[in-house]
């Protein structure tokens, strides 16, 4: 059976999925229910509102929004419910970025979005900050998240055996 959705991924459009689909994957391998809908702040409006103003009937905790280009995405969701809403910048358009990085971090007071880096590393750290805010209650998931950083400071450990001895720290 699968988890309750308790994180929500909104996309501004179907091509963002392949950057975004890593973050997806994790909070399912570690047991968070998700779900991925595509709305977009400029094309559907109404279905923005609707499903931004509806997720937490649905038992959401947490919105992970993505977009490129102008992303008004995630600010326009964050004004839309009290659920925290995370930002994922995408680099779709002729600046690579920089503009979807802009209107994502640049939110006026009031009106919060926790900004992530742009691309695949922002969406697989939304997939963590999400759990992250989902452990405050959740011990399982928390104590997944202390495994989580044990591995990463294993494979830090790991990646310094191929560095020649003779070069070697400590």
């Given amino acids: 059976m699968a988890a309750p959705v308790q994180v929500s991924i909104v996309l501004g459009s179907a091509s963002d999925w392949q950057l975004v689909e890593?973050?997806?994957?994790?909070?399912?391998?570690?047991?968070?229910?998700?779900?991925?809908?595509?709305?977009?702040?400029?094309?559907?409006?109404?279905?923005?509102?609707?499903?931004?103003r509806e997720a937490?009937?649905?038992?959401?905790?947490?919105?992970?929004?993505?977009?490129?280009?102008?992303?008004?995405?995630a600010g326009v969701i964050a004004s839309l419910t009290t659920l925290p809403v995370i930002g994922?910048?995408?680099?779709?358009?002729?600046?690579?970025?920089?503009?979807?990085?802009?209107?994502?971090?640049?939110?006026?007071?009031?009106?919060?979005?926790?900004t992530m880096a742009l691309g695949s590393a922002g969406a697989r750290n939304a997939?963590?900050?999400?759990?992250?805010?989902?452990?405050?209650?959740d011990d399982r998931l928390a104590e997944r998240l202390r495994r989580h950083k044990q591995e990463l400071e294993e494979s830090v450990?790991?990646?310094?055996?191929?560095?020649?001895p003779e070069y070697r720290g400590s």
């Fill in 88 to 114: 994922v910048p995408i680099p779709s358009s002729a600046l690579q970025g920089l503009d979807s990085l802009l209107a994502t971090v640049q939110m006026p007071a009031g009106v919060p979005v926790a």
């Fill in 22 to 52: 890593p973050g997806a994957a994790l909070l399912k391998e570690w047991g968070v229910g998700v779900e991925v809908a595509v709305a977009s702040a400029h094309r559907s409006p109404k279905r923005l509102e609707s499903y931004a």
């Fill in 56 to 73: 937490s009937d649905r038992g959401v905790k947490v919105l992970i929004a993505a977009a490129g280009a102008a992303a008004h995405l």
């Fill in 157 to 164: 450990i790991k990646q310094s055996e191929t560095i020649p």
């Fill in 127 to 137: 997939a963590i900050f999400a759990a992250q805010i989902l452990a405050l209650s």
